[in-house]
């Protein structure tokens, strides 16, 4: 399988896995289910399991595509430092918050897809993975003045302008189409 | 706005007439657990009996669906018989994979229903066998078929027990959590992040489809849904009988005990047919693999780029299409997909790939890449080719005036196109319906696609020699470049060719201003209908998608096609 960073996928799965869980605890809160306590704790979890995987890892190589908005959400977690960053942390906290889902019929799904994406975190760490925040660049770009007198940074390659004048003989080789007349005298 | 309807008309069209019957299944099947045969059901669990059975059916019917749209062959074969009726129906089989995607998001919502509703099922069905009192009629009708077990009525028979145990226990819970969770894993690694950067997860863990189906199948043995027996009905009538429920069967009443048996499973009706048809699929693809391909010439591009010239018996092309190859020295499961860059007037096929990836990386190394020598022809690998498969590139024929847009790798497909072009008018093709391609290619550097300017060079050459310069008009565009080179390009301004392809059309910088391009094509052909075919990025076909549609004005009508890879 190459090059695959599990981590990858082991955030999506467990991105699905806390919008479950936390539905899951929702309609047995809701349906006032026996067990209720559990679906209670499997909405905690599910919405603190959510809320931790938002925010997606810089990828090793390659472009990283954030997710909308994630900013904030990438503060917050690089804030805990190695608790976040080892994945091996989050292969446990993943599997011990999964539990308590298993003793209510409504929360079994999500526990077992939490489960489930705890191993492949499990897997990420092992292959030596760990969670990078996707900060912006933090250099700005120069301001444009306001001014057209300003030239472009880096213009099309033009020669200057007594050559771009657009020869009668050679129309059809003529790269630019000037909308207005260039002369010299301008 | 006409061009609206000519380019999305049938999309819309389609979509709404699945919606349609979606509505449809469901509030049918909701009303049908209305009746009076699921009473004694319904005392139980209410409406959430109907909002179970109701996305059941809808899933029945996306299930059957989806298996449809990733039939290649069929829809290939489909494409071919349409077209000469309707191009625009052909085009619509181009948007299989999105239709594939959107029934995929419509069973993930009817899962997430039916599974919720279930979830209230099964609780109050626990509940009716708690409520140990036998003056309520739900645990009265728990208690029914407790001796034989075969006319009972709730699926928990016992209240020593909960619903995880029965869950797991029951052929119907089980197989349900099992397919869920495939359908899951499937949605997660499907996600566009791990789809175009890890693409064997997302084609390995898409396989559990066979585990769906199987489950999806067996999911309704267990007939878990009761309701009353008809013979039951005939004697026994829910309405009048129900209140009198502490008397039921007991001599002297006219109400016996009802009788009660599950539904007999109906979801393999709706999938057997698109299981069948793409079993068959795989079998087409397997025997069309098994087909012997011989390299006959490899040839190492700069810049990374390896071509392969092959011969299989029997293949037959046209412009534009595409082949799967796999290469089962290098792995026995993985088929990549190329665009075929030879013409059909070739006698060989060609392909050139590009090396990204661990597979392209392993094929350049079997391919004798890195050797300097020459491989004897024999110590080539043994590969396997399937397709061709059919993109919007083969309308290209079709169409008075053509414009070709191809930004970056994006200009693969229409190598075969310009080669083809060519070929027809050598061979002096009167019943060539093309009268002026326009072409325009969008690259960050030209380096990369060195063979395709080579390809210009050698057509620019031939167009002068039979002076046929005015039925080609091509366009490069460079869209990134170095201080250095711009000084370079400066002076060489007034060369005959230009500086970097060595083409006598001169490469332009920047981007293309469309408005002013499509304005100048519609002047110049006025009442004629002009293709658009695009490769490239999404941005840039949602650019000329509203171009297509703002330019097309009495008269002249820009028709969009998109490749879709």
Known sequence: MGKIEWAMWANEQSLAAGLIYATGGIVGVAGQFRGWQFAAFGIAAGVFVCLLEYPRSKRRKGTSVERTGQYCFTVCVKAFGPLTRNYYVRAFLHAALCVPGGFMLATVLGCVCLGIASLIYLSAAIHGEH???????????????????EPPQNPPPRPPPELRRKKVDKLETAVYDNPMSVTINE | MGNFAANEGLSIFVILVWLGINAFLFVHFYMAFLVDRYYYTRVILGHALSWARAPAACLNFNCM???????????SFLRGSIQCCSRTAARQLDRNLTFHKLVAYMIALHTAIHIIAHLFNFERFMDSQLMINNSHLPYVLSQIGKNDNRSYL??????ETSQ???????????????????????????????????????WFTHHLFIVFFIGLVAHGIGRIVRGQTVESIIVHDPKKCHSKFETWGQSGTDCPKPDFA????????????????YVCERLVRFYRSQQKVVITKVVMHPSKTLELQMKKKGFKMEVGQYVFMQCPSISQLEWHPFTLTSAPEEDHLSVHI?????????????????????????????LAVDGPFGTASEDVFRYEVVMLVGAGIGVTPFASVLKSVWYKHVQENKNVFTKKIYFYWLCPETQAFEWFADLLQSLERQ???????????????????????????????????????????????????????????????????????????????????????????????????????
């Open chain 2, 65 to 75: 669906l989806i298996l449809l749209p990733v039939c290649r062959n069929l829809l």
């Open chain 1, 131 to 149: 969670w990078e925040p996707i900060l912006p660049r933090t250099e700005q770009p120069k301001s444009v003045g306001n001014s057209i007198k």
């Open chain 2, 262 to 277: 599950g539904n007999p499973p109906m979801t393999w009706k709706w999938v057997v047919g698109p299981m069948f048809l």
């Open chain 2, 154 to 159: 709730n699926p928990i028979r016992t209240n």
């Open chain 2, 164 to 202: 995880t145990i029965v869950m797991f226990t029951t052929i119907a819970g089980l197989t349900g959590v099992v397919i869920t969770l495939a359908l899951i894993l499937i949605i997660t690694s499907s996600m566009e992040v791990i789809r175009r950067s890890y693409f064997e997860v997302f």
């Open chain 2, 354 to 382: 590009r090396i990204v990836g661990d597979w392209t990386q392993a094929l350049y190394t079997a391919c004798g890449g890195d050797k300097t020598v020459v491989l004897d022809a024999w110590t080539l690998p043994k």
């Open chain 2, 463 to 565: 167009m002068t020699e039979k002076d046929m310069r005015d039925f080609l008009s091509y366009n490069i565009y460079l869209t990134r470049w170095k201080d250095a080179e711009a000084a370079h390009f400066r002076v060489q301004y007034e060369a005959e060719n230009d500086p970097i392809t060595g083409l006598k059309q001169k490469t332009r910088y920047g981007k293309p201003n469309w408005d002013n391009e499509f304005s100048a094509i519609a002047t110049q052909h006025p009442g004629s209908k002009v293709g658009v075919f695009l490769c490239g990025p999404t941005a840039l076909a949602k650019a000329l998608g509203k171009q297509c549609i703002s330019h097309t004005e009495s008269g002249t009508e820009f028709i969009f096609n998109k490749e879709n890879f």
